[in-house]
C-alpha cells in the first residue's frame, strides 16, 4: 500500500520507531512552543496531508510514554482520518497531569495506525440471534 503525503512543516516524514510498530510518529508543526495547563486542550498543527485509498482510515492515538510520565494524550482517541478528508492533520491533545506541560516544536505528540474498515449493509431486524453472553457488559465477569 502506498500512503500519499504532503508535508508542509520542516519535521521529517511520519515513521516507524521499530521494525514490527503499528503506529508511525507525527510530530507538531509548531514555531513556537505551546504549553498546555492541566486539564487544557489545545488543536495541535501537524503540517501533514494525506490521500488514504477507500476501505481504510487513519487513526490518531497518544503515545504512552507522554501519557505515563507527563500525562498528554489524544482527547478524542483514537481519532479518525477518513479516505476522504484531504485537510491538515490536526492533533486534539489536553493535558491529565497536575502539572503545565510544554510541547516542543517538532516533539513527537501522537502515533498514526492505518487501519483497513468496511461499511456494513444495514439489516434492521426484530431479534438478534443468542450468546452465551447475552446482553452482559460494563463488569458482568465480576472480574476487575
Not at 514490527?20 to 496531508?49: H, K, W, Y
Not at 486534539?92 to 505528540?109: D, H, M, S, T, Y
Amino acid at each position: 500500500m502506498i500512503l500519499k503525503i504532503i508535508n508542509k512543516s520542516n519535521n521529517p516524514l511520519p515513521r516507524y520507531e521499530s521494525a514490527q510498530a503499528a503506529g508511525m510518529d507525527i510530530r507538531c508543526n509548531l514555531s513556537e512552543p505551546v504549553t498546555l495547563q492541566p486539564l487544557e486542550r489545545r488543536l495541535i498543527p501537524t503540517g501533514l496531508f494525506i490521500e488514504l485509498p477507500a476501505g481504510y482510515e487513519a487513526q490518531i492515538r497518544p503515545r504512552s510514554g507522554l501519557a505515563l510520565k507527563r500525562g498528554l494524550t489524544v482527547l478524542n482517541s483514537p481519532g479518525t482520518i477518513d479516505a476522504d478528508y484531504r485537510g491538515e492533520i490536526g492533533v486534539i491533545l489536553i493535558n491529565l497531569g497536575n502539572e503545565a506541560q510544554v510541547i516542543e516544536p517538532g516533539e513527537r505528540i501522537c502515533q498514526m495506525v492505518i487501519a483497513r474498515h468496511e461499511q456494513p449493509e444495514l439489516e434492521e431486524v426484530e431479534v438478534l440471534g443468542q450468546t452465551e453472553r447475552g446482553a452482559g457488559g460494563f463488569g458482568h465477569s465480576g472480574r476487575v
